[in-house]
């Protein structure tokens, strides 16, 4: 019950950014937050970061993701969250080398990795896994920036936790269905092709009435 709850917010946060894609909630805060939704932008390739009902015809088969040029698109929207049992209280600010799980808006689904090999590139697959916001440890991402908070402004990188990889675009090019969309996989190098740097998106403020969950049904506070 507790995850559909948080479900449904997350399609009243969806309808909400359709609507105002360029707003930003408390947008004099100059880090990002948990329980904030956001766009992400790969900074080399000029992506954001995107998933959708779309399945791998190889690998995991699970649903896939990739990097898409379009600015508006709704199925661009993730939330940050803790890792599955850790507190990660809504508008806490996100510290530099914390865990945090990404969890896709539209489906549900968790950015994931794994060793299965990713279709264009052959490097480590990315993929969307779970049900309700809810995977396994294969969904967790450090954060890594240079002080102590994850800036808006900064440009930052994702680390898998389980296979110290990076989150990652070089560029391939997906052909149809997604035609024209990028491959998104993890690399174990560091490069500039791993650098994401917020953009649109709804950021929590911090509240002086005592922490909160993000994972726990949620008060509508916008």
């Known amino acids: 019950m507790g995850n559909c709850i948080v479900l449904l917010f997350f399609w009243c946060v969806l309808v909400l950014l359709s609507c105002t894609c360029r707003f930003s909630l408390g947008s004099e805060i100059s880090f990002v937050t948990c329980g904030s939704v956001v766009k992400l932008l790969n900074v080399k390739h000029n992506v954001r970061l995107h998933s959708h009902d779309v399945r791998y015809g190889s690998g995991s088969g699970q649903q896939s993701v990739t990097g898409v040029t379009t600015v508006e ?4 929207y993730w939330s940050v969250r803790g890792p599955s049992g ?3 209280h809504r508008g806490t600010p996100v510290q530099c080398g914390q865990n945090i799980r990404l969890t896709h808006v539209n489906t549900g689904r968790n950015l994931h990795s794994h060793y299965f090999t ?3 590139s052959s490097n480590q697959e990315v993929s969307a896994f779970g049900e309700d916001g809810e995977g396994d440890h294969l969904d ?5 920036c240079g002080g102590s908070l994850w800036q808006r402004d900064d440009s930052v990188r994702f680390r898998h936790t389980a296979t110290d990889t990076l ?3 070089t560029g391939e090019q997906y052909g149809r269905p997604i035609h024209g969309q990028r491959e998104v996989h993890t690399m174990s190098s560091a490069s500039q092709h791993s650098y994401w740097k917020t953009m649109e998106g709804i950021f929590m403020k911090p509240s002086d009435t005592g922490a909160r969950d993000f994972s726990s049904p949620p008060h509508t506070e916008f």
């Open 118 to 120: 990713s279709p264009l």
């Open 86 to 88: 850790a507190a990660c």
């Open 140 to 144: 967790e991402w450090t954060v890594l």
């Open 73 to 76: 698109d709704s199925n661009s």
């Open 167 to 169: 989150l990652s675009v």
